[in-house]
């Protein structure tokens, strides 16, 4: 099941509530599982801790013959199955990593994750159309998991979301702290957070 990538009780520190009322938990929390939903569809990505099955990516091959492969989750816990279909041809190729010489790497990324298989002679297929289906177990199992940088802009993000209640059409608004302006976008810096954690390869 997904995560929230933060908590209530985060949120009202950042706008340093210090004691907030039931109520604006309970708002909070639907913001704050709101706006976890909506970064994982604006980076492509589902960073909580899932598992995908037969998963359809275009791969890649480099000159060594190598087969690369990015997945849309940050890190990749199993890789379980991968297999090859070439152009419109109805059979499939499995690649088997318990085959002798058959082996890969993890290298991950805020984008997504490379993979790259090794000793499956794949150069012969280079000038060719290629479909994989890949199923493996990847994504931050909890909070703690999550890099900073993108937990500040999920705290950033839901804390703008809760407070635009207030002036929900870039109108002044007068919260507890004085009079400010709130605008009708997503602030800047939260989006070029997320642009870093953007799937690479969508």
């Not at 099941?1 to 340093?16: L, N, S, W």
């Not at 708002?27 to 569809?41: F, G, L, N, W, Y």
């Not at 990516?57 to 492969?69: A, H, N, Q």
């Not at 507890?176 to 989006?191: H, K, M, N, Q, R």
């Amino acid at each position: 099941m997904p995560i929230d990538y933060t908590t209530a009780a985060d949120v009202f520190a950042y706008g340093r509530v210090l004691t907030p009322t039931v109520a604006e938990t309970a708002v909070m929390e639907s913001v704050i599982t709101a706006v976890s939903r909506k970064a994982d569809k604006t980076c492509v990505q589902q960073f909580s801790l899932t598992t995908y099955t037969n998963y359809i990516l275009t791969p890649r091959i480099d000159v060594e013959g190598s087969l690369i492969l990015y997945l849309p989750s940050p890190t990749v816990t199993l890789l379980t199955s991968v297999t090859i279909r070439t152009g419109n041809v109805p059979l499939t190729q499995p690649i088997n990593f318990i085959q002798t010489g058959v082996q890969y790497d993890v290298i991950p990324n805020s984008f997504g994750s490379k993979v790259v298989i090794y000793g499956f002679a794949m150069s012969p297929y280079r000038e060719r159309i290629l479909r994989a289906y890949v199923s493996w177990s990847g994504g931050w199992v909890n909070i703690a998991a999550i890099p900073d940088d993108f937990k500040f802009a999920i705290d950033r993000w839901c804390w703008f979301a809760f407070k635009q209640r207030e002036a929900p059409f870039d109108r002044t608004a007068v919260p507890e702290l004085g009079i400010v302006t709130i605008p009708g976008a997503i602030p800047s810096d939260v989006t070029d957070v997320l642009n870093r954690y953007t799937w690479y390869y969508r």
